[in-house]
C-alpha cells in the first residue's frame, strides 16, 4: 500500500526533503545480519509506499509540495535532483509568488479557499498514481501561516475528500522561545481545527529534538538542518517496513491503518508522541554497542517518566501500585499515563526481545485490555545503519504538559487582544479563538483525568 | 517572488533613496556573478530591453540587459533629482519615473500635501499604476521621506494617503526621519506632528531614524578608522563607507555616510524576502509579528556590524558580541533607550553563516536584561537568511516594538505647543486651501493619544504579573 505525502510551508518542505532522503539511504545501505530476501522484500515494500517507479530509473517521491512562496520549493526539488538517488515528480508542486505572513487566517481563510481546487487536483494525481492507497501524511508547522492554515484546510479537504483514508498528520511544534511571536495562537488555531479532521497528530517539538542534537549527538553549531535530520531518522524508524504482530510473513500492507488501530482507540485522544533510541553520531555508531535489555529498560522509563532522551531519564518514577483502585488524582506525581502504545524494533535479534514490561496493566488507563493497548512490530532488517534500533510511539501524557503550556501562553496574550486585528482582517474573529481554545482546554482536560 | 516599490520624497528622501540603489545595484553584483536577471533582483528592478530605446519591453529571464529601479522620485525642486540624474546611477531610474517641479515646498507641510498634492495627484497615481503594471506580484511600498520639511513631509504623506487608497492590499513601509531638537527649520514641529497623523492612520510600519544618531554612527566609524584600531579595519568595499574615501568623505559629502546606513536598513530589512534562507522571513511577516494593536507600528531599529571585522571566519565569540551590539544605544538608528522600557516585540533578521543554535543561545542570554510585556514574554521573531552582506561575514538587524519612541514623541509634541501656544508661523499653514485650525488640533491629538496608548502599556511594566484565568470545562 502506497501513502501520499503532502509537504506544506517552508518547514514541511525541508523536513519532507530529508525524510525522502533518509528513506532513499536506508534501503540502499547495510541491512545488518538479516538475509537478502528479507532485505529484498524490504527494499520493495518502501519503495511501493513511498517512491513511484518512473521511466527514467529514478525513483519519484510520492509527494505533492505545496508552499505560498517559490524559494523553499524550488530550493528542495534542486536538492532531491541532484542526488541522483531519487528526485520529486516535477509536477507535483504548487506555489505562490507571495507567502502567508506568519498569518493563519490568511493560510485557512484566503490562500485556501483560492487555491483549493488546484492542489487537491495534484494530490488526485498522486493518489490515482498508487495501486492501493493507504492513505495521507501530512507534514506541517503550526507556527507560521501556510503550513498551518493552509495545513488545516488542505486536511479538511483531504478528509471531505477521501472519508475512508487515513489520514495523519505529522506536526512540528516551534521552540518556545520565539520563531514567530504569534506562534501560539497559530498552535492552537491548527490544533483545534485538525482535531476535527485528521486520524492523529504525530508531534516533533523543536526544542526536543534540539537537545538531542546538542546533548547525544554532539552537533556544536545546530542548524535547522540537524534538526531535521533528527526527525526525519525518527520518522524512518516509525515508517520503514515493519511486520506486525499477527501480520502473517509478508512487510505489513497498511502502515498508517495498522498504526491508528494500534494507537488511537477514542477520538478525543488522537496525540501522538515519538521517542527513538539509541541517538549516537554517525562517527560513533561503529564504535557503540547496545543490548536490547538495556534499550527496552531505557524506552520504558523514558515512557514512565516522560523523559525526551535517554540521557538524564528520571529513574525514581514509578507507576502506581497494582491492585489498588486509584482514582486518577492520587496517581503520583509525574507518571506518564498511557492509552496505548507502540513499539518497533529493527535490527538483530529482535524476535528474541522480551516486551513484556511494556504489557503492564499499571502503565495504562483501565480502559483497555493491555494485550490491546501494547502493540509491537518487528523487523531483522537493521535501519539506518544501527544495528539496532527501538522506537515507541505512544498515545498518552507525553504531550499534555507542552500542549499547556501553548495555550497558556495564547490566552494570555488573547485576554489582551494583542495581534487579533490581523486575524480579523482575514475573517477569523474572536468568536472563532474562542472555540478553538475551548477546544483544547477539551484535550488538556481528557488528557490530565486519565 | 514577489516586488517592492520605494518612492522617494523630497530632497532627503532622494538623497537616502539614491544611496540604496547604488548600495542594492553592488549587493546584487556580488551575489549575482552570471549576469542572469533571477528573483532576487526582480524584486527591486526591473530587466529592460533598451537596444530600442528606453521604451523597450521588460525581459523576464536570461541576461540583464538593464537594470531599472523600480522606483518613483519625487520632489518639488530639480536639486537633487537633476544631481541624481547627473550622476553615476543615471541609466538606473527610467525617466518617466521622475516627478519634480521647482519652487519647492518652502519647508510648509501644507504646501506639500494641500497644493502638490491636489496639483500632482493624478500624474502620481498614473505614475504607480505604471509601475505596479511592471510587477508580477506587488509586496510592499517603501517610502522615504523625511518629516521635518515640507516635501517630504507633506507630499510624502500625501502620497503615503493615495498609497492606501489606490492598493490597500499592498504594505506600506516608511522610513521617516525625524528632525532633532536643534533642527533649523523652524517649522519642523508642525511638520512632523502633521506628518505623523497620517503616518498613524495610513501606514503599516514606519521606521524613524534620528539624524543625530546616524551622525554619532558615523563619528564613531570614523575614530576607529583613523585611531587604526587593531582588528577592526574598515574595508574599503564595504558597504557602510561609500565609494569616496572614508577620509574625504566627511568634509565633502557629509550625508552621504549617514544615508547609507539608512539604505542598508533596507537592504537589510529586505534580504530574507529576495534570499534564501533556513528561516524565511518576508516583509509581511515583519508587520504581522511586530504590530500587536494597529497603531503601534513604530519600530525601533538597530543595525550592526557597523564596520567590518578583519577576519572572515569569525570564532563564535564575535558572533555573539553581534547580537550584543545589535542592542547597544550605539546601534540604534534613533536616540531611544529600550532597555529601559517595555518591548512589545521583537524581531531579529539574521544574515550570513548563523545557525539557529547561535541564535537561540544569544535570545536566552540577552533576554533577562530585557522587559517584555506581559502577555508577549517570548516575543521574539526570528529570520535566517544565508546570503551575508557585500564585504561582512554575517549581520544582524533587530527591530523593536517598544516603549522606548515615547519620549521622542513626547518632545515632538512639546516643541510644537511651543510654537502652537504662541500660533508662530501658524498663518503660513492657514493660508492654504484646505487648511483649518482643525487640522492643528486632529493632528495634536492624534499624537496625544498615541503617547497615552504607549503610557497604558508602560503602565504595566514591573507591576505583579497576574495570568488571565483559563476557560474551564466541565469534567
Given amino acids: 500500500m502506497s501513502i501520499v505525502t503532502v509537504q506544506l510551508g517552508q518547514c514541511g518542505n525541508q523536513i519532507g526533503h530529508e525524510v525522502f532522503s533518509a528513506f532513499c539511504s536506508d534501503i540502499r545501505g547495510t541491512h545488518g545480519l538479516c538475509s537478502k530476501k528479507e532485505n529484498e522484500s524490504y527494499q520493495d515494500s518502501c519503495k511501493e509506499r513511498f517512491f513511484c517507479e518512473e521511466e527514467s530509473g529514478v525513483p519519484a517521491a510520492r509527494a505533492v509540495l505545496v508552499d505560498m512562496e517559490p524559494k523553499v520549493i524550488s530550493q528542495t526539488l534542486s536538492m532531491a535532483a541532484s542526488s541522483g538517488l531519487w528526485k520529486y515528480n516535477s509536477h507535483s508542486h504548487f506555489c505562490q509568488k507571495q507567502g502567508s505572513g506568519n498569518n493563519w487566517a490568511n493560510g485557512y481563510s ?20 498508487c495501486d492501493r492507497l493507504g492513505g495521507f501524511f501530512t507534514i506541517m508547522s503550526m507556527a507560521g501561516g501556510t503550513g498551518s492554515g493552509l495545513g488545516a484546510f488542505v486536511t479538511q479537504c483531504l478528509r471531505d475528500a477521501f472519508p475512508t483514508s487515513f489520514i495523519l498528520n505529522h506536526v512540528i511544534w516551534p521552540y518556545g522561545t520565539g520563531e514567530v511571536i504569534v506562534q501560539n ?6 490544533l483545534s481545527h485538525l482535531y476535527q479532521s485528521s486520524d492523529a497528530l504525530l508531534v516533533h517539538e523543536n526544542d526536543v529534538i534540539h537537545k538531542i542534537c ?16 533528527v526527525i526525519a531518522h525518527q520518522l524512518g524508524s516509525v515508517f520503514q517496513p515493519t511486520h506486525t504482530a499477527g501480520g502473517g510473513s509478508g512487510y505489513s500492507r497498511n502502515p498508517l491503518g495498522d498504526l491508528m488501530e494500534a494507537l488511537v482507540p477514542h477520538p478525543e485522544f488522537r496525540m501522538l508522541g515519538l521517542r527513538n533510541i539509541p541517538q549516537v553520531p554517525e562517527t560513533s ?30 529513574w525514581q518514577v514509578r507507576p502506581p501500585q497494582p491492585g489498588s483502585s486509584m482514582p486518577s488524582t492520587n496517581k503520583p506525581l509525574h507518571f506518564n499515563t498511557s492509552i496505548a502504545n507502540l513499539v518497533i524494533l529493527r535490527g538483530k535479534d529482535v524476535h528474541s526481545v522480551d516486551l513484556g514490561s511494556f504489557q503492564d496493566p499499571s502503565l495504562y488507563t483501565s480502559w483497555l485490555n493491555p494485550q490491546d493497548a501494547f502493540n509491537a512490530w518487528r523487523t531483522p532488517r537493521a535501519f539506518n545503519k544501527y544495528e539496532k534500533s527501538a522506537s515507541l510511539v505512544s498515545n498518552s501524557q507525553f504531550l499534555l504538559k507542552p500542549l499547556d503550556s501553548i495555550v497558556g501562553k495564547a ?39 486519565l | 517572488m514577489t516586488q517592492s516599490v520605494v518612492v522617494q520624497v523630497g530632497q532627503c528622501g532622494n538623497q537616502v533613496g539614491c544611496r540604496f540603489w547604488d548600495l542594492a545595484l553592488r549587493e546584487h553584483a556580488a551575489v549575482n556573478k552570471k549576469g542572469i536577471y533571477d528573483e532576487a533582483l526582480s524584486s527591486f528592478f526591473r530587466n529592460v530591453d533598451t537596444r530600442s530605446g528606453d521604451n523597450g519591453p521588460d525581459i523576464d529571464k536570461g541576461k540583464i540587459c538593464s537594470l531599472k529601479a523600480r522606483a518613483l522620485l519625487i520632489d518639488m525642486e530639480e536639486g537633487v533629482v537633476n544631481e541624481i540624474l547627473q550622476g553615476p546611477l543615471r541609466d538606473v531610474f527610467d525617466s518617466k519615473q521622475l516627478i519634480t517641479d521647482v519652487s519647492g515646498s518652502g519647508n510648509n507641510w501644507a504646501v506639500g500635501h494641500k497644493i502638490y498634492g491636489c496639483q500632482y495627484r493624478e500624474n502620481i497615481v498614473e505614475k504607480l499604476r505604471k509601475t505596479a503594471e511592471h510587477c508580477d506580484c506587488l509586496q510592499c511600498f517603501f517610502i522615504i521621506h523625511s518629516m521635518g520639511g515640507g516635501t517630504g513631509s507633506g507630499l510624502g504623506t500625501f502620497v503615503l494617503n493615495l498609497l492606501e487608497e489606490e492598493f490597500p492590499e499592498v504594505y506600506r513601509f516608511v522610513t521617516s526621519v525625524y528632525p532633532s531638537g536643534e533642527d533649523d527649520v523652524i517649522t519642523s514641529p508642525y511638520n512632523s506632528v502633521l506628518a505623523m497623523k497620517e503616518l498613524n492612520e495610513h501606514a503599516d ?3 524613524p531614524i534620528e539624524n543625530e544618531s546616524l551622525f554619532e554612527i558615523v563619528n564613531k566609524i570614523h575614530q576607529m578608522v583613523n585611531s587604526g584600531k587593531l582588528g577592526s579595519t574598515v574595508k574599503p ?33 529586505t534580504s530574507s524576502a529576495r534570499f534564501e534562507g533556513s528561516l524565511n522571513m518576508d516583509l509581511n511577516e515583519i508587520s504581522m509579528n511586530l504590530v500587536p494593536f494597529p497603531r503601534l507600528h513604530y519600530l525601533v531599529s538597530s543595525l550592526t556590524p557597523l564596520y567590518t571585522l578583519a577576519d572572515v571566519n569569525v570564532p563564535s565569540r564575535r558572533l555573539d558580541q553581534m547580537f550584543s551590539d545589535a542592542f547597544s544605544r550605539d546601534h540604534q538608528l534613533i536616540q531611544a533607550d529600550p532597555k529601559h522600557s517595555l518591548y512589545l516585540a521583537c524581531a531579529l533578521l539574521v544574515r550570513g553563516n548563523v545557525q539557529v543554535s547561535d541564535l537561540r543561545r544569544n535570545i536566552e542570554r540577552l533576554k533577562p536584561s ?39 514623541f513626547i518632545e515632538l509634541k512639546d516643541r510644537f505647543m511651543k510654537l502652537y501656544k504662541k500660533k508662530a508661523h501658524l498663518h503660513h499653514y492657514l493660508q492654504i486651501d484646505g487648511m483649518e485650525k482643525s487640522c492643528f488640533s486632529e493632528a495634536i491629538s492624534s499624537l496625544s493619544d498615541l503617547i497615552e496608548e504607549y503610557n497604558e502599556l508602560d503602565a504595566t511594566k514591573g507591576g505583579p504579573r497576574i495570568d488571565p484565568s483559563r476557560l474551564k470545562i466541565a469534567v
Avoid at chain 1, 484566503?110 to 498514481?129: F, W, Y
Avoid at chain 1, 542548524?223 to 535530520?229: M, P, Y
Avoid at chain 2, 517584555?372 to 529570520?383: A, D, H, M, P, Y
Wanted: hydrophobic share 40%; with cysteine; charged share 15%.
Fill in chain 1, 185 to 190: 495562537y497559530n498552535s492552537v488555531l491548527t
Fill in chain 1, 285 to 314: 555508531l561503529p564504535y557503540s554497542t547496545f543490548s536490547w535489555p538495556g534499550l527496552i529498560k531505557h524506552l520504558r522509563q523514558m515512557l514512565i517518566a516522560n523523559a525526551q532522551m535517554e540521557e538524564g531519564i528520571d
Fill in chain 1, 411 to 449: 490566552w494570555n496574550m488573547f485576554a489582551s487582544k494583542a495581534y487579533l486585528h490581523q486575524y480579523t482582517k482575514f475573517g477569523i474573529q474572536e468568536e472563532d479563538f474562542l472555540d478553538c481554545f475551548t477546544t483544547l482546554e477539551q484535550v488538556i482536560s481528557s488528557y490530565t483525568n
Fill in chain 2, 237 to 269: 568595499n564595504s558597504l557602510v563607507t561609500s565609494s569616496a574615501g572614508s577620509a574625504k568623505m566627511l568634509q565633502e559629502k557629509p550625508f552621504d555616510a549617514m544615508n547609507n546606513i539608512v539604505a542598508n536598513l533596507l537592504l537589510n530589512l
Fill in chain 1, 110 to 129: 484566503v490562500h485556501g479557499p483560492r487555491h483549493k481546487e488546484a492542489i487537491m487536483n495534484l494530490v488526485q494525481k498522486e493518489a490515482e498514481k
Fill in chain 2, 205 to 207: 510600519c514606519v521606521l
Fill in chain 1, 214 to 229: 546538542a546533548q547525544l549527538m554532539n552537533i556544536k553549531q545546530i542548524s535547522f538542518r540537524d534538526v531535521n535530520q
Fill in chain 2, 370 to 408: 530585557l522587559h517584555f510585556v506581559s502577555w508577549n514574554q517570548e516575543g521574539w521573531k526570528t529570520g535566517l537568511c544565508s546570503v551575508p552582506p557585500v564585504g561582512h561575514s554575517h549581520s544582524l538587524l533587530a527591530l523593536a516594538n517598544n516603549t522606548c519612541v515615547k519620549p521622542t
